[in-house]
């Protein structure tokens, strides 16, 4: 099995499980609190507000939309409940029932259509999307898997159509050698050279580049207008602040004010960053 093979592999089997039973209780209360949801988690988390800048939410009613990666689908069912006709696709056939259990529950204007199985075998017709985006995706795939990613997300939009990637950013090996170095969550320090060994053995994260540079280069083989936004300076000292109010307070007011800072400064620090890419070059 080849090492991007085997990569896919552990995704699968990590994914399946994480998502395996899901309940979508939370989900259907977010979209039946819908405004309130979105105006809460794009001011306070990373994901939702780099995802959702540039008024995505009001760009999306009666688009057609391609949700890669899609997890637990709470933005496809987000984005579908907004009026956009949304496809999903994920490695795990969880999401799959996941999107079923979402149509049975929820009256969507258009039901979310699960793409099954090797998406790069879809049968998509191309130029057909006005946007594709993932949230927490690309990162997950090998250089030369997320390439042909990319080519396939060319393929399908329209040519004013739009690619949004909500991803992790390492811009600075220090800054990444301190982080590893920290342990958080489940994650072991890296001083534990055992206990982070044992850890690295079931990541489903590859060794690779996740840096601005890389998406720049990477959709600059498929897009005329490729944008990256920092997004997460500030925001990544919120861990200082425990939990609740006093932290949500912390990450509004951080999300809202980094911006100001100078924009190098602001691309090294950043945790995280939103590609965007425009102007699909036609092959
Ligand atoms: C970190 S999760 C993010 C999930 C969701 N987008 C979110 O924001 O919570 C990464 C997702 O990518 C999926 N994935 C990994 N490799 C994939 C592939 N080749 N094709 C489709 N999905 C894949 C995983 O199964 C997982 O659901």
Not at 34 to 50: I, P
Not at 162 to 176: M, T, W
Not at 203 to 220: C, M, N, T, V
Request: proline share 4%.
């Amino acid at each position: 099995m080849s090492h991007t093979d085997q990569n896919q592999e552990k995704n699968k089997e990590h994914f399946e499980k994480l998502y395996a039973n899901y309940n979508i209780s939370n989900i259907l209360h977010w979209l039946n609190h819908l405004d309130s949801f979105l105006d809460s988690a794009t001011t306070t988390e990373t994901s939702w507000f780099a995802l959702y800048q540039g008024n995505f939410r009001n760009r999306l009613k009666g688009k057609k939309v391609l949700e890669m990666g899609c997890g637990d689908c709470t933005n496809v069912a987000v984005m579908a409940a907004l009026g956009a006709e949304v496809y999903a696709n994920d490695i795990a056939s969880a999401s799959g029932e996941i999107v079923r259990k979402l149509n049975e529950n929820y009256a969507f204007k258009h039901p979310i259509i699960f793409v099954e199985g090797d998406f790069l075998n879809n049968e998509l017709a191309a130029q057909s999307f006005d946007f594709i985006v993932g949230k927490a995706f690309l990162h997950h795939l090998e250089i030369p898997l997320e390439r042909e990613f990319l080519r396939e997300t060319a393929r399908l939009l329209k040519p004013d159509g739009e690619a949004r990637f909500f991803e992790p950013a390492v811009n600075s090996r220090i800054l990444d050698e301190i982080r590893w170095h920290i342990p958080i969550g489940g994650r072991p320090s890296k001083f534990d050279k055992a206990a982070f060994a044992k850890w690295k053995e079931s990541d489903p994260h590859p060794d690779r580049s996740f840096s601005s540079k890389h998406w720049k280069k990477a959709g600059a083989a498929f897009f005329n207008d490729v944008r990256i936004i920092p997004v997460g300076t500030l925001e990544r000292f919120s861990r200082l602040f425990g939990w609740g109010e006093r932290r949500n307070k912390f990450k509004r007011w951080a999300l809202k004010n980094e911006k100001r800072l100078p924009w190098a400064l602001n691309s090294f620090f950043t945790r995280s960053q939103l590609i965007v890419y425009k102007g699909v070059i036609i092959k």
